[in-house]
């Protein structure tokens, strides 16, 4: 018998798995030294080495079998846990030097300069600065209250106020995991104080706080528009109306199915419901955020402003929001520097690895490979866009939205440029010169639906971080999934009626 103060023996297994894991770290550190010795020491356009090189050892590879390495490889390392950002420009680095030896590795300063000098991508940290002050500045918790107070009477009032405080809350933020745990902190003890379905409460919070992946300014958009070429008023334009009604779309489920049983979203009682002068004196709290957005968006959408000078107004009226309101003071400011500080860098470190990976396979021929694959499958061009969505929800389940991005758009967006949509079922075409621009708010919709997808949506665990320990993951799983149905319903109607995403961008800019 075993005293838990005894030692506990190791099994075989484990012995075995420690002794593998210590064997394949020392191999990778060998080969590491003596290929640092071969850069440093011997001139890579002779055939001298030390001891040995892996330097061209995959010169040969057909792209087809490099395909399932370079993809394998990234698999195997993001299973294991290991950072999206330095996985990608690391696996793209040593498949540089497998393949074209240290003479080719001069080609990343080529993928990453670039990227460095696009003007467009400044306005990230400018837009993620602006959401980090208007947070500390207490408006979400305010702008919560407002439409809850005008909401509360109804049934699923305050699940529907939750989703239009979300809305809204997209509008200033254009970040995801900020909405859902921010909601989650004010609006779920709420819902749950007045009797609300868990599965309606969390879903609610969920799916409103995916909204700032797709409605202005939303950062994905902007990296969307870079990568492929965009322009970044026009996505925002394109992205507006499915956002808004997906919004819409949410709040109509929930009040309906409040209204079929109304002990699911109990309205608030009576007795503390305000009179219609105490809620339009609420209302007074929302003008300055209000405007700052409007002005903001009103600028980007009338071309007055680029993205980048749009997102520096928005940074200093949120300053100037947060004075008002009396929440300004310097530990505030130094938090959300520091938080759009750790977030920019993650974002461009991200874009970084990704760009020496992706481009190094076009490089070498995985663009025409991957084009013949999928136009060889013989698909319509609606079936070739199906399975593109159906791909980018498997990797959506893995990956996170950067990174789906950098390593997905490069490659589809062409074949889409290919192809020709006619309409589905006699509903109209989609014109030649949008069809880019259709693809983009179609896939910004799909990347909604990989925050709530289990096993591995990031909303669902942002989620679980603020619930209580009575509800269990498997809740939160469910109550993803009828919003998850919700997206997916949004995003058919995008792909039927092109006229949803094509509408705006054709009325201002023609």
Not at 8 to 36: H, K, Q
Not at 129 to 148: H, K, N, P, T, W
Not at 365 to 372: P, R, T
Not at 474 to 492: E, K, N, P, W, Y
Request: aromatic letters at 10%; hydrophobic letters at 55%.
């Amino acid at each position: 018998m075993t005293t838990s103060g005894a030692k506990r023996t190791p099994s075989l297994s484990g012995r075995l798995g420690t002794a593998a894991l210590i064997l394949s770290t020392g191999t990778a550190l060998f080969i590491f030294g003596v290929e640092l010795i071969n850069v440093l020491f011997y001139d890579p356009y002779e055939d001298a080495h030390f001891l040995f090189t892996t330097a061209g050892l995959l010169e040969d590879v057909e792209i087809k079998e490099l395909t399932y390495i370079m993809f394998g490889s990234l698999l195997v390392l993001l299973m294991l846990g290991l950072p999206l950002a330095f996985v990608t420009g690391g696996l793209g680095v040593v498949f540089i030097y497998l393949i074209g030896g240290q003479v080719m590795i001069n080609i990343i300063p080529s993928r990453i300069f670039p990227m460095m000098t696009n003007s467009d991508l400044a306005a990230i940290p400018l837009f993620i600065f602006m959401a980090s002050m208007l947070e500390r500045a207490g408006l979400i918790e305010e702008m919560f209250d407002v439409i809850y107070q005008w909401m509360g009477g109804l049934r699923g009032g305050l699940a529907a106020a939750t989703i239009i405080a979300s809305t809204i809350l997209a509008a200033m933020v254009g970040v995801i995991g900020a909405a859902v745990v921010t909601m989650g902190i004010i609006a779920l003890p709420a819902m749950l104080k007045r009797n609300y379905h868990p599965e309606i409460a969390i879903g609610s919070i969920m799916a409103g706080g995916t909204l700032g992946i797709l409605i202005p300014p939303s950062i994905l958009a902007i990296l969307y528009a870079v990568v492929a070429q965009q322009s970044v008023g026009e996505l925002y334009l394109g992205s507006l109306l499915p956002g808004l009604m997906l919004s819409g779309l949410y709040v109509a489920y929930v009040l309906f199915r409040t209204w079929l049983r109304p002990e699911l979203g109990p309205a608030v009682p009576r007795e503390e419901r305000l009179n219609l002068g105490q809620k339009l004196r609420l209302l007074l709290k929302l003008v300055a955020p209000l405007i700052l957005v409007v002005l903001v968006l009103g600028l980007l959408f009338a071309g007055i402003a680029t993205p980048v000078e749009a997102a520096g107004i928005g940074s200093f009226g949120a300053i100037i929001v947060a004075i008002m309101h009396k929440r300004f003071n310097l530990i505030a400011l130094k938090e959300a520097s520091v938080s759009t500080v750790k977030a920019s860098a993650m974002v461009l470190w991200i874009i970084f690895g990704a760009s020496i990976f992706v481009g190094f396979y076009i490089l070498q021929g995985g663009q025409a490979f991957i084009n013949d694959a999928i136009l060889g499958t013989g698909l319509s061009p609606y079936g070739i866009l199906f399975l593109m969505m159906v791909l980018l929800v498997i990797l959506g389940m893995f990956l996170d939205w950067v990174g789906i991005l950098l390593l997905a758009v490069p490659i589809f967006v062409p074949i889409i440029k290919s192809l020709t949509f006619d309409g589905l079922l006699g509903l109209p075409p989609v014109p030649g010169d949008k069809v880019a621009l259709w693809f983009g708010v179609i896939y910004l919709v799909n990347m909604q639906m990989s925050f709530l997808s289990p096993p591995f949506g990031y909303a669902l665990f942002y989620m679980r971080g603020v619930t209580p320990d009575s509800i269990s993951m498997a809740t939160i799983f469910r109550s993803a999934l009828v919003f998850l149905g919700l997206q997916v319903l949004g995003l058919t109607l995008c792909i039927l009626l092109p006229g949803i995403v094509t509408f705006l961008p054709g009325l201002v800019y023609g």
